[in-house]
């Protein structure tokens, strides 16, 4: 079997614009939550998101081309930008059909979907941008990131919700261990901070209206959670077959060993009873990667602040893990960066893997009132230093979408 590697990971997140600062400012526990900017939010019931402060897309893309593009498209530009320098990557002509990009969304241009309606509503169809359609399709960031690298390989994009940055990360790790590439661009970004979003996801209740007080919105295990607070950002990688990577001489980061993946079939929006969906995909990523489970040592959690999911979560991490369980960190980094929907998922895939390579374990902060229900190891409010061997990252979506991906620490 052929085996995989990380040689970059590039970060765009609300506590960094770039894979130092944001791994810095997570290890430091510092809150990304705050009031929202990006519109008007009187009226709305929920008032505050994680916004990526000061990302000027004119670093990262020309003027000419930004009404071409949603948001989205940006941070996913922006970090496989940060990606593909620390990966030292060049996509040379005689290997560019080896090369191919995976980058998913959950939602994709809203903010373009919401602009350009308006445009029709006040000015007729003839106001609608004929770039509207391109700027906002879920799979133009993969399409974007393709073209201004020349990868010509295999080229998709996931859409399954909150998982869809792990999806794009075990699809890809799949289509290079079956040899259909030797290196893939994955991940997911999303920017969904606009009315439409927040409305919507505040009338369902799924969302925390802890507006008097951001910075501990999103808490995580915590008694007093409310619900997820939206974020928005990008996580994206560049997996590569070994030995490819040895000889070029690449920066391996670490060895992406495990993908498991299940169906809830159980509700909409609902986990299934004591996790059972999301304990399916932990033990399936577990005999993907042949991992023991007394060799995990840290879990990123998907632990978003809500009430029913924090505690299916647990419950699946104990039926999996038994005693285990309460000896390896269970920590949820929502905490500070908000829940990046399509994005989360690659996002703390990164934050995992950086955790085998750097032998931190960042905070789940807001950690107050313990929940009885949630009572594993969270490193709660202070990071933790401790060598991790193997990590896991769990993922999991609206319609009963479940992933878990695993990450070993890289030792030559």
């Not at 939206?230 to 030995?243: H, K, Q, R, Y």
């Amino acid at each position: 079997m052929r085996r995989v590697v990380v040689t970059g990971v590039g970060l765009t997140c609300p506590v960094g614009i770039g894979t130092e600062s944001s791994w810095k400012a997570l290890c430091e526990g510092r809150n990304g939550i705050a009031p929202i900017s990006h519109f008007d939010t009187e009226g709305f019931a929920c008032k505050i998101a994680g916004e990526v402060d000061g990302f000027d897309p004119l670093d990262y893309v020309d003027k000419r081309d930004l009404r071409k593009m949603g948001r989205f498209i940006f941070f996913a530009l922006s970090s496989s930008q940060f990606a593909i320098e620390a990966s030292q990557l060049e996509v040379k002509p005689a290997d560019a059909e080896r090369v191919g990009v995976y980058i998913g969304s959950g939602i994709g241009g809203f903010d373009v979907i919401e602009r350009e309606h308006t445009k029709l509503i006040e000015g007729g169809p003839r106001k609608i941008s004929p770039f509207f359609i391109p700027a906002t399709i879920i799979n133009l960031a993969s399409g974007h990131v393709s073209i201004r690298y020349g990868a010509k390989g295999p080229n998709s994009a996931a859409a399954t919700a909150c998982t869809t940055g792990a999806h794009a990360v075990g699809d890809s790790f799949k289509i290079i261990q079956r040899g259909d590439a030797d290196v893939m661009i994955c991940g997911g970004a999303e920017a969904a901070i606009t009315p439409m979003s927040i409305g919507g996801f505040g009338n369902m209740k799924a969302l925390s209206f802890r507006n008097d007080d951001p910075a501990h919105a999103c808490r995580p295990w915590d008694a007093d959670r409310d619900g997820f607070v939206v974020g928005e950002g990008a996580g994206i990688l560049v997996l590569e077959e070994l030995e490819r990577a040895r000889a070029r001489n690449a920066p391996i980061v670490a060895e992406l060993v495990g993908y498991g993946m299940s169906g809830d079939a159980y509700h909409i929006t609902s986990p299934a009873e004591h996790g059972e969906g999301a304990q399916r995909a932990i033990r399936a990523c577990l005999a993907d990667g042949r991992i023991p489970p007394e060799e995990v040592g840290y879990i990123n959690a998907h632990g978003t602040s809500t009430p029913q999911g924090d505690v299916a979560e647990t419950e699946a991490v104990k039926a999996v893990f038994g005693d285990h369980a309460r000896k390896l960190v269970f920590g949820s980094t929502k905490s500070m960066t908000g829940h990046l929907l399509g994005g989360a998922g690659a996002l703390e895939f990164c934050i995992a893997l950086l955790v085998t390579t750097c032998g931190v374990i960042p905070p789940t902060i807001n950690q107050f009132t313990p929940d009885p229900e949630c009572d594993l190891d969270s490193a709660p409010n202070e990071k933790v230093e401790r060598r991790v061997a193997v990590a896991l990252s769990n993922s999991f979506g609206f319609g009963g979408h479940n992933v878990t991906l695993g990450v070993r620490r890289w030792v030559e």
